[in-house]
């Protein structure tokens, strides 16, 4: 069976659009008017309405109604028994020209518009707290991006490292075995120079007329033998020097003793004479400095690496200058060179891996960032300085530890 509308859980009122009388009304709105249901089905809905209101009503909601626009949120006062109640009103069209006014006591409207503001403004602290989770969320993807990308700089150099040891490995190993035939070479070259010598002397002293000697062109036979014995001598000596600086320069890293800057630097200068000539004039102006404790070998892969980039960065002819001198209480090495330099954008990511100016498979970009870790490890710096067609320069800081009893002198 259907509940009447008298039984209705809310305070509503129903009444004819046509005539304004009341039709249905909820015992619980008789009960806050203080009003019996008979008593309010006898009026008509305006008179149970204070003047203001019935005014409002008649210009403003009953228009409205008659074109079948519900009116929402509407502020009435209604009278009770005794006293006008303040009451939030809901207009609603209903079939058959009826109207159903659902009514909220103002109190009750006020303790709601309370709890939905304080609901609301939960919500906004929620949103707050998840916009900044989200930031980050999204600040932590970027540092393990980072991370990444240094975890792959820091594989590359690693790969890069090993390689370069290999190779030193294999340098070290062919340089031994040239040194033997170089030996015997030298050895021999020795003895025949001196048999030679005696075998002419003995020609000059054999009573040989001038006749057969012109005959035999043997002033010319004594000058060239000479001459090529010296040659090869020459020859000798440049392969013994570079298979030395070459053992020297592949020596495994990881053992830190004292070290000269100054042999260091001539030591990579000779395992590097291919690069540099005809294309290169090295000027150098090397002050008196202490030695450093430091790793010989990644001291020479530093020195490689900026000797590399100054040499490759000069087109045609230029020079590179080489400076050392003592400041404070640090050695202080600075490469010059006369190339083509590099513009604000490049330089800011000279230090970077992989990064590289250099045609496909002409440069891995790992150069300069080996050797600014390395410098940072050794407990000294690496800074650049460039500029379009004006050169680069390059500072290296080496700390020194503890004074030495004697310096070394420049070049």
Known sequence: MRPSKTDWPLLAIEFDLLDLSVTEVTHRLCLKLQLVPDDILKLTVDTILSPASRLYFFSVIEPKLKQGIDCEQVTLYLKSKQETVMCLVNAMCQPENKVALIVMLADKHLLLERQLINERNEVTEINDVLKRRQLELIQQKEQKAQLLEKIAGINAEMLQTEKLAALGQMAAGIAHEINNPVGYIRSNLNTLSQYTQKLLHLIHNSGITEQKREEADFDFLESDILSLLNETQEGVQRITQTTHSLTQFTRSPGLSEWCDIHHQIDTTLKVMRNELRDKVDIRKRCSEIPEVYCDPAQVN???????????????????????????????????????????????????????????????????????????????????????????????????????QEGAKGGN
């Open 301 to 403: 892969q530093v020195l490689l690496n900026v000797f590399l980039n100054a040499a490759q960065s000069i087109t045609r002819f230029g020079f590179i200058e080489i400076t050392t001198q003592l400041v404070k209480d640090r050695v202080q090495l600075t490469v010059e060179d006369t190339g083509c330099g590099m513009s604000e954008e490049v330089l800011a990511r000279a230090i970077e891996p992989f990064y590289t100016t250099k045609p496909e498979g002409q440069g891995t970009g790992l150069g300069l960032s080996i050797s600014y870790n390395i410098m940072r490890t050794l407990g000294g710096a690496l800074s650049i300085s460039s500029a379009p067609d004006k050169g680069t320069r390059v500072i290296l800081s080496f700390p020194v530890a503890v004074k």
